[in-house]
């Protein structure tokens, strides 16, 4: 039996419905599947079922990626390394579909790398990806809520994404503390031009890091208070930053980029 490591928030999926449902949430028959922290294998053998074409396995714990190597030897190709190191346009050369019970203290930070890190084409069909439930509600939160935000933001720009389910801590061991949810990541084809994404990331913490104040303040630190911009945007520095809807903060990264030009 293998002991979960929390210092790799380590939590195994074993209800064998949410299993069955994460495996018909997108087509896996000779599509090239790529899987992010598959721990002791219960999805990893799911997705073999459905026969897919390349089969790669990304896990940071060594203890589990051997024996991952053992118990899977020639369907699935293991790598023993940290996610957040890997260049996963290097694996291969066509787009993958991304299955991941993502690690929930690195969740949001591999999701923004993957965001940040896109270039004008794909390298994946889509991203069917377990969040902590809190964190999944952000990622899907629209304008003028609570949980509006930076991930929201970034999520939504080049992204549709749509909850498929909330997952409740009896379908882990160990049980976490909180709910889960799982999300499917769809690519976008006509979205807003950002010349380099980590403006619109720089952007939005900016305005984020003072989400209860009005926007005065960080727009005066990106913009110095250009009128022209209001004007053109029709932005009131007295709304706060959960008041601006997605495209607004598009636009916003876009004259920031313009001004750096």
Same mark, same amino acid.
């Given at each position: 039996?293998?002991?979960? !490591? ?10 064998? !419905? ?244």
């Amino acid at each position: 039996m293998n002991k979960a !490591k929390k210092s790799l928030g380590q939590n195994f999926l074993v209800d064998q !419905k949410i299993l069955e449902k994460i495996i018909n949430v997108t087509q896996i028959k000779e599509k090239n599947i790529l899987e992010i922290g598959p721990g002791t294998g219960s999805l990893t053998s799911y997705i073999l079922k459905k026969k897919p074409k390349k089969f790669i396995v990304v896990e940071k714990d060594k203890n589990l990626a051997e024996k991952l190597e053992r118990n899977f030897e020639k369907e699935v190709t293991v790598i023993n390394k940290d996610i957040l190191e890997i260049d996963e346009t290097s694996l291969i050369n066509e787009k993958f579909t991304v299955f991941g019970n993502l690690p929930y203290n690195i969740s949001t930070e591999i999701l923004s790398k993957w965001i940040v890190n896109l270039k004008d084409s794909f390298w994946f069909d889509h991203l069917v990806l377990m969040f902590q439930k809190e964190v999944a509600d952000r990622i899907t939160s629209k304008f003028n809520t609570s949980t509006y935000g930076r991930l929201s933001i970034l999520a939504n720009w080049r992204l549709k994404v749509v909850k498929i389910c909330d997952i409740k801590p009896a379908s882990f061991s160990p049980k976490p503390k909180v709910d889960s949810s799982l999300l499917l990541f769809s690519p976008k084809n006509n979205t807003f031009k950002i010349e380099d994404p980590k403006n619109l990331e720089k952007v939005t913490r900016v305005f984020f890091s003072h989400r209860r104040k009005m926007l005065k303040k960080p727009f005066n630190k990106l913009f110095n208070g250009d009128q022209k911009i209001l004007d053109k945007l029709n932005i009131d520095l007295n709304l706060r930053p959960q008041n601006l809807d997605f495209e607004t903060y598009y636009q916003l990264t876009s004259e920031y980029e313009n001004l750096r030009s």
